[in-house]
């Protein structure tokens, strides 16, 4: 079946300019999450949704970065008014429901490159 | 605070000879643990996770695992290495059910 997808593969983008990054999950997936990888280093978690319930944003860098996510589907990453530190791979993931007694398998799309400039 | 450390950024291997990345971790509780892969231009895959009982686990493309309480640790070990295993690899243990906390990676580089 299909995975996860990401668009675009690539960004390339001004400083100053806000961009949008989209995230399909995988169908029946009621958890997504966004992480971000600088270049040399591990992935940084930003957001987490799972079904209909406020979203754990405790990761977001700053008010710049927002996500949002209708039900079960699309979701999108949004930063504002970026800045070079913003540079990285910004990848999503999804699973299903993610309770506190268990924990499910996170699945990841290949994710999308921004270069701001 | 949760944190995960992989203390060799690089690592340089012969075809095949033994392979072991390390591992350390901090979390209070009993850890669900992973090891996954990322090859160049590819997204993140699974290799093995340890969530309880036989401490040794067994991953896919020949791969395991040991945890040791004891230790913090989770090193990832492989008998005989391919040129295919070259790639990134990373260790996290679950922050919660809900997120995943990373090492910085090590890089694996086979020669023939």
């Known amino acids: 079946g299909a995975g996860v997808s990401q668009s675009p593969s690539n960004k390339v983008t001004e400083k100053g300019k806000d961009v949008e990054l989209r995230c399909d999950p995988i169908s029946g997936h009621t958890a997504l999450y966004w992480y971000r990888q600088r270049l040399g280093q591990g992935l940084e978690f930003l957001i987490y949704f799972q079904g209909n319930s406020a979203p754990d944003k405790s990761g977001l860098p700053s008010d710049r970065f927002s996500a949002e996510r209708t039900g079960e589907s699309v979701s999108t990453l949004t930063i504002q008014r970026t800045q070079q530190e913003d540079s990285a791979v910004y990848l999503c993931?999804?699973?299903?429901?993610?309770?506190?007694?268990?924990?499910?398998?996170?699945?990841f799309g290949p994710g999308t490159r921004l270069t701001v400039l | 605070a949760q944190s995960v450390t992989q203390p060799d950024i690089h690592i340089t291997v012969s075809e095949g000879a033994s392979l072991e990345l390390r591992c350390n971790y901090s979390y209070g509780a009993t850890p669900y643990l992973f090891w996954y892969v990322q090859s160049p231009g590819q997204g993140l895959q699974l290799l093995l996770k340890y969530f309880s009982g036989d401490t040794l686990v067994q991953g896919i493309k020949g791969f395991e695992a040991e945890f040791k309480r004891s230790q913090s640790s989770f090193n990832l070990r492989k008998p005989s290495v391919h040129w295919s295993d070259a790639a990134e690899y990373f260790c996290?243990?679950?922050?919660?059910?809900?997120?995943?906390?990373f090492g910085a990676g090590t890089r694996l580089a086979v020669h023939p």
């Open positions: 993931a999804s699973s299903l429901a993610s309770v506190s007694s268990s924990y499910n398998e996170q699945f």
């Open positions: 996290a243990v679950a922050g919660g059910y809900n997120k995943l906390i």
